[in-house]
């Protein structure tokens, strides 16, 4: 999802060795590294993030899985 600052949003598990972590990340076209990442992790749970809205305001509104399987929202602030 792009946002209007020009950033292309991703909602996904968290990076290698980091796997059950509920991360949003976004990213430019002109680099290659996340300009800013958003991570959750709890020991011994998995947390994935699924799905992204942006606000008005340029909030970040990211749902997905929490610990165990519940659901989880997160309010990323503009």
Known sequence: ???PAGYAMVA?????GNEPAFTV???TPTKVA??????????Q???LALALALGPY???????LGANGYPAVAYIGG
């Open 1 to 3: 999802m792009w946002s």
């Open 12 to 16: 996904t598990g968290g990076t290698q």
């Open 25 to 27: 990340r976004a990213f």
């Open 34 to 43: 996340p300009v800013w990442t958003f991570t959750r992790k709890d020991d």
């Open 45 to 47: 749970a998995l947390h």
């Open 58 to 64: 340029a909030e970040v509104y990211a749902g997905g």
